[in-house]
């Protein structure tokens, strides 16, 4: 079992940087995949990051390649979003989730999900 818990969401102007973090608790964190997922209202979720367990393969949604970078840290049991040159665009609710062997981009491969965290990117 692994909760997650998110925090760093907040208002940014557009071309600002924010930086999410996850918090994890559990014995498995440092043996499954992690991924960040974005809803924004009237939308479905979709697949924004993910890393492999060990943090050495990494991989990104076409719409923020070169501006977010998913890292982990196995032995804070943390997992963070550094996103920069954020645009209106990015504006939504941010997930954590973990509980696949591998990084996928599908929400149902994911047993454990964070409650979100609000971003919003002014224009």
């Known amino acids: 079992q692994v909760q997650l818990v998110e925090s760093g969401g907040g208002l940014v102007q557009a071309g600002g940087s924010l930086r999410l973090s996850c918090a994890a608790s559990?014995?498995?964190?440092?043996?499954?995949?992690m991924a960040w997922f974005r809803q924004a209202p009237g939308k479905e979720r979709e697949f924004v990051a993910g890393v492999n367990w060990s943090g050495g393969t990494t991989d990104y949604a076409n719409s923020v390649k070169g501006r977010f970078t998913i890292s982990r840290d196995n032995a804070k049991n943390t997992v963070s979003l550094q996103m920069t040159s954020l645009k209106p665009e990015d504006t939504a609710v941010y997930f954590c989730a973990g509980g696949t062997v591998v990084s996928t981009t599908r929400t149902r491969d994911y047993a454990y999900w964070g409650q979100g965290t609000q971003v919003t990117v002014s224009s």
């Open positions: 559990g014995r498995t964190f440092s043996r499954t995949a």
